[in-house]
T-cell receptor
Framework: NAGVTQTPKFQVLKTGQSMTLQCAQD?????MSWYRQDPGMGLRLIHY???????DQGEVPNGYNVSRSTTEDFPLRLLSAAPSQTSVYFC????????????FGQGTRLTVV | AQTVTQSQPEMSVQEAETVTLSCTYD???????LFWYKQPPSRQMILVIR??????QNATENRFSVNFQKAAKSFSLKISDSQLGDTAMYFC?????????????FGTGTRLLVSP
């Protein structure tokens, strides 16, 4: 049971480039989300999904897109990378509304130069 | 909006000793959960312990226990018999159960160093 798998683990981008961070879970979880972790700021919610075909914005959504075509996958797209998007990104999933335990991927460290 | 405050950026403790990490939160909700997550150098986020607001009894998980003071909106983590493997960043987090998605709201973290 792999849990939540994020790829890549590390990435360096040039300003203006686009890329997709991949997230997949094999636990049949309804809820999936993306957080970013910045020094001194904890983790902040970027986007989330409560099921296939349903996504919504979190507190810091600007510059990012998401889609959820399957239960398993929840990719995060950076449209035009900016240095302010340098961060560690975490994907998380949980069973559903009544289940409070979130399972996290191992994170992606992204540097935008 | 909910906020979570961790006022101790760094703490250190010697092996086998006890350490307490502080967390306060602000909310007008009545139905919520509180969590402590551990993030070791591997970066993995690991759930240490959780507490349901409606439960008066403090949660415990082996060497980890919490002191939940609902009226004071305080949720501290006590680590007993500290081990070198406890060295990590610890995040306090809040989740309301009253709204749609129930996002996790995190504090800024406390870096704990356990020394021999």
């Amino acid at each position: 049971n792999a849990g939540v798998t994020q790829t890549p683990k590390f990435q360096v981008l040039k300003t203006g480039q686009s890329m997709t961070l991949q997230c997949a879970q094999d636990m049949n979880h309804e809820y999936m989300s993306w957080y970013r972790q910045d020094p001194g700021m904890g983790l902040r919610l970027i986007h989330y999904s409560v099921g296939a075909g349903i996504t919504d914005q979190g507190e810091v959504p600007n510059g990012y897109n998401v889609s959820r075509s399957t239960t398993e996958d929840f990719p995060l797209r950076l449209l035009s990378a900016a240095p302010s998007q340098t961060s560690v990104y975490f994907c998380a999933s949980r069973m559903g509304r009544k289940n409070t335990e979130a399972f996290f991927g191992q994170g992606t460290r992204l540097t935008v130069v | 909006a909910q906020t979570v405050t961790q006022s101790q950026p760094e703490m250190s403790v010697q092996e086998a000793e006890t350490v307490t990490l502080s967390c306060t939160y602000d909310t007008s909700e009545s139905n919520y959960y509180l969590f402590w997550y551990k993030q070791p150098p591997s970066r993995q986020m690991i759930l240490v312990i959780r507490q349901e607001a409606y439960k008066q009894q403090n949660a415990t998980e082996n060497r980890f226990s919490v002191n939940f003071q609902k009226a004071a909106k305080s949720f501290s983590l006590k680590i007993s018999d500290s081990q070198l493997g406890d060295t990590a960043m610890y995040f306090c987090a809040f989740m309301t159960m009253n709204t749609g998605f129930q996002k996790l709201v995190f504090g800024t973290g406390t870096r704990l160093l356990v020394s021999p």
